[in-house]
């Protein structure tokens, strides 16, 4: 008997990026995995970004277009529509790695809670910058993202049995609380050791850098404490600067 693959819900969020929506859909839409929920949550885009989500109507499961309170709003939407084993969140302009990632993912270890992979940096032209400047850790856990956040939100399958709501307080760092809290909840993490995503640059939280680090101070702060958070941020400043150094320039 074969054995069944596990659902994946895939959850793309979206409002008026009618130059970007297509490079994700067709991400999706070129998979070689055969079980796949597709959701779409647009804000009620005007822009002609649901002209282009049209094109690919045969490969989406679910398509909500109404307004939302923001993004982490919406994405709880995409949650409560998602009936897969898993749940992944590609917002729009990020892309699956290649064709094969789905079945790369779930062929490198049996009924994990988590996986994870690496994630390569694109520009608004499509070329690939490079990778993160957070290294994909090794082996993952909540305690993982002291230093940062080294696991890219669009490289996280998260099982959806232990996919809590999104906390609306925070309105660019979410993930970061989102990711920390499922860790939290897991028994079984598994590094694919492969890439299985990219992400474009230049998003939300890096357009209001501060509020976003303001908003990651408070998190991390709240799940490993306020003197170990100053002394990890100490870190966090000095790898920084390092890099800087190294490279002149800074990539997320």
């Known amino acids: 008997m074969l054995e069944k693959k596990p659902k994946i819900s895939i959850?793309?969020?979206v409002y008026n990026n009618v130059r970007?929506?297509?490079?994700?859909?067709?991400?999706?839409?070129?998979?070689?995995?055969?079980?796949i929920e597709y959701i779409i949550v647009d804000g009620l885009s005007t822009d002609g970004t649901l002209d282009v989500i049209q094109e690919f109507k045969q490969h989406i499961s679910t398509l909500i277009s109404e307004k939302d309170k923001g993004i982490y709003d919406?994405?709880?939407?995409?949650?409560?529509?998602?009936?897969?084993?898993?749940?992944?969140?590609?917002?729009?302009?990020?892309?699956?790695?290649?064709?094969?990632?789905?079945?790369?993912?779930f062929s490198?270890?049996?009924?994990?809670?988590?996986?994870?992979?690496?994630?390569?940096?694109?520009?608004?032209d499509r070329k690939i910058l490079g990778d993160r400047r957070h290294a994909c850790p090794e082996q993952f856990d909540w305690k993982?993202?002291?230093?940062?956040?080294?696991?890219?939100?669009?490289?996280?399958?998260?099982k959806r049995s232990i996919a809590e709501p999104y906390d609306l307080q925070y309105k660019?760092?979410?993930d970061i609380d989102w990711v920390i809290r499922a860790a939290k909840k897991a028994d079984k993490i598994v590094n694919v050791k492969d890439y299985v995503a990219k992400y474009l640059v230049g998003g939300m939280s890096q357009q209001r850098h501060k509020q976003s680090l303001k908003e990651r101070y408070e998190i991390f702060k709240k799940y490993y404490g306020f003197i170990p958070n100053l002394f990890n941020h100490?870190?966090?400043?000095?790898?920084?600067?390092?890099?800087?150094?190294?490279?002149?320039k800074t990539r997320d």
């Not at 100490?234 to 002149?248: C, D, S, V, Y």
């Open 172 to 174: 660019l760092s979410s």
């Open 20 to 35: 970007d929506i297509r490079y994700t859909l067709a991400s999706v839409a070129k998979q070689d995995y055969p079980n």
């Open 108 to 124: 490198s270890a049996p009924d994990a809670d988590i996986y994870y992979g690496e994630t390569k940096l694109v520009n608004e």
């Open 234 to 248: 100490g870190i966090i400043a000095l790898r920084l600067m390092l890099h800087r150094f190294k490279n002149g």
């Open 144 to 158: 993982s993202f002291k230093y940062g956040m080294n696991v890219c939100h669009q490289a996280i399958y998260v």
């Open 74 to 105: 919406a994405m709880n939407k995409g949650l409560r529509a998602a009936t897969g084993d898993y749940v992944l969140f590609l917002n729009s302009g990020d892309e699956l790695f290649a064709s094969d990632t789905l079945s790369k993912v």
């Open 11 to 13: 959850i793309t969020i």
